[in-house]
T-cell receptor, first 111, second 116 residues
Framework: SQQGEEDPQALSIQEGENATMNCSYK?????LQWYRQNSGRGLVHLIL?????REKHSGRLRVTLDTSKKSSSLLITASRAADTASYFC???????????FGSGTRLQVQP | DTGVSQDPRHKITKRGQNVTFRCDPI?????LYWYRQTLGQGPEFLTY????????KSRLLSDRFSAERPKGSFSTLEIQRTEQGDSAMYLC??????????????FGPGTRLTVL
C-alpha cells in the first residue's frame, strides 16, 4: 500500500516558473527521499532529507520536512521543459530499509 | 544510466505461464530490492536482500512469486502461473551498506510485464 498522498496529482506550469509539490506520510520515518521518473523509465534519485533535518537544497531543488505534520515539500525553481516527469516522495520507516512511495505528482513544464 | 541493469526490458506472456526476470546491481552494492509499479501509481516494495540473504518480504509477494540472489550479486524474480493482475513494471534497485539508514537506492530501468 502507498505510504501517503502527494498533492497535486498533476501540475502544469510554464518554463521559468517554480513548481511546488507536497507529500504527506503516515508513520514515523528515518528519512524521506524524492525521486523523478520520466515516462516508462526507472526512477532517478533527487534528494534525501533525514528526519532530524528541516530543509535541504540541491541545485534548483529545495526540500522541506515537517515531522510534526508528517509532510514534506519539493520546490523546483526556474523550471525547464526537461523537468517534465512524475515526482515521487518515498519514506524509509524507522527500523526499515525498503522505500514506501507516494502516488506521485505528474509535472508538465510548457516551453 | 544508474548502473543497475534489468533483463528483459519487456515481457509479454500468456496467463498461466511462468516468467523470470534478472537484475544486475551496481557491483559494490550489497543490498538489492524488488518493487512493482502499476500504471499511475508509485512503486510498491516486494522484497529485499542483503548479500544473498532475503531479509524482508512484502505481503504482496504471494506464493507464486519467488526471488533469489544466490551469490550475493545478481538476482532473479520468478512469477509462476502468471495472472493478468501481475501486469506491471518490475523495478530493481541496489544500495551500499552505510553506517546509518541513509543509503540511497539506485533503480534500474525496469521490466514491463504484460500478461494476456
Amino acid at each position: 500500500s502507498q505510504q501517503g498522498e502527494e498533492d497535486p496529482q498533476a501540475l502544469s506550469i510554464q518554463e521559468g516558473e517554480n513548481a511546488t509539490m507536497n507529500c504527506s506520510y503516515k508513520t514515523s520515518i528515518n528519512n524521506l527521499q524524492w525521486y523523478r521518473q520520466n515516462s516508462g523509465r526507472g526512477l532517478v534519485h533527487l534528494i534525501l532529507i533525514r528526519s532530524n533535518e528541516r530543509e535541504k537544497h540541491s541545485g534548483r531543488l529545495r526540500v522541506t520536512l515537517d515531522t510534526s505534520k508528517k509532510s514534506s515539500s519539493l520546490l523546483i525553481t526556474a523550471s525547464r521543459a526537461a523537468d517534465t516527469a512524475s515526482y515521487f516522495c518515498a519514506t524509509v520507516g524507522t527500523g526499515r530499509r525498503a522505500l514506501t512511495f507516494g502516488s506521485g505528482t505528474r509535472l508538465q513544464v510548457q516551453p | 544510466d544508474t548502473g543497475v541493469s534489468q533483463d528483459p526490458r519487456h515481457k509479454i506472456t500468456k496467463r498461466g505461464q511462468n516468467v523470470t526476470f534478472r537484475c544486475d546491481p551496481i557491483s559494490e552494492h550489497n543490498r538489492l530490492y524488488w518493487y512493482r509499479q502499476t500504471l499511475g501509481q508509485g512503486p510498491e516494495f516486494l522484497t529485499y536482500f542483503q548479500n544473498e540473504a532475503q531479509l524482508e518480504k512484502s505481503r504482496l509477494l504471494s506464493d507464486r512469486f519467488s526471488a533469489e540472489r544466490p551469490k550475493g550479486s545478481f538476482s532473479t524474480l520468478e512469477i509462476q502461473r502468471t495472472e493478468q493482475g501481475d501486469s506491471a513494471m518490475y523495478l530493481c534497485a541496489s544500495s551500499r551498506l552505510a553506517g546509518g539508514a541513509t543509503d540511497t537506492q539506485y533503480f534500474g530501468p525496469g521490466t514491463r510485464l504484460t500478461v494476456l
